[in-house]
């Protein structure tokens, strides 16, 4: 593999680069999704339970101490208490656009380089074709040995570059569907406190 990489050209180490990265990205926004999911369940039943028992001050103080996405929407719809539904709902949507952009963090990123790394492949084709015609302007047709070189450069960095494209795409689209529904959960929860609280 050592040798492969290393007969694929200096464009290996940008694609290289870009693998790393984007795996790096889905491990982290995986446990960022695993953490904010398990948390959402038992927070939101916490929260029923103690305006259920008209502890209101307990639940913000909750909200306020807790890290997790839906404490954050839910700390400003208790804090407004007494507010109307649309005021409240109102409240919740600007901070859950902010909870949903945090959620969404590096997927752009992912997608960059989704597109980058196939574009890097084709740049190393290029290159590696140049390298051999090269060789055809200066020794003729040469041997196989003289042009193998710019060829194997081409198509190696070809397939890096799709080896790294194909399931950076598929990941990409994983979890901003994962990241999507999530988002769809925290309205979900948020509208059953503000509902409840209405009342």
């Not at 200096?10 to 960022?32: D, K, T």
């Not at 084709?122 to 302007?137: D, E, Q, R, S, Y």
Request: proline share 3%.
């Amino acid at each position: 593999m050592i040798d492969i990489f290393e007969r694929g050209g200096a464009l290996m180490y940008p694609i290289l680069v870009c693998s790393i990265i984007g795996w790096a990205i889905f491990m982290e926004r995986i446990l960022a999704f695993v953490r904010v999911r398990r948390g959402l369940a038992p927070l939101l039943r916490r929260i029923n339970e103690l305006l259920q028992a008209d502890q209101g001050k307990e639940a913000v103080d909750l909200c306020r101490d807790s890290n997790q996405p839906l404490a954050k929407i839910l700390y400003v719809v208790l804090k407004n208490r007494g507010c109307s539904r649309s005021h409240l709902k109102a409240l919740a949507e600007e901070v859950g656009e902010r909870e949903a952009v945090a959620l969404q963090r590096y997927l752009g990123l992912l997608g960059t380089i989704a597109n980058v790394t196939p574009l890097l492949g084709l740049l190393g084709t290029v290159l590696g074709m140049i390298k051999a015609f090269n060789v055809i302007a200066t020794e003729g047709m040469g041997t196989p040995a003289t042009l193998g070189g710019g060829i194997s450069e081409a198509l190696i960095t070809t397939a890096a570059g799709l080896a790294v494209a194909v399931p950076m795409i598929l990941l990409h689209r994983y979890m901003t569907s994962r990241s999507d529904r999530l988002v769809l959960d925290l309205e979900e929860a948020t509208m059953q406190i503000v509902d409840l609280v209405e009342e």
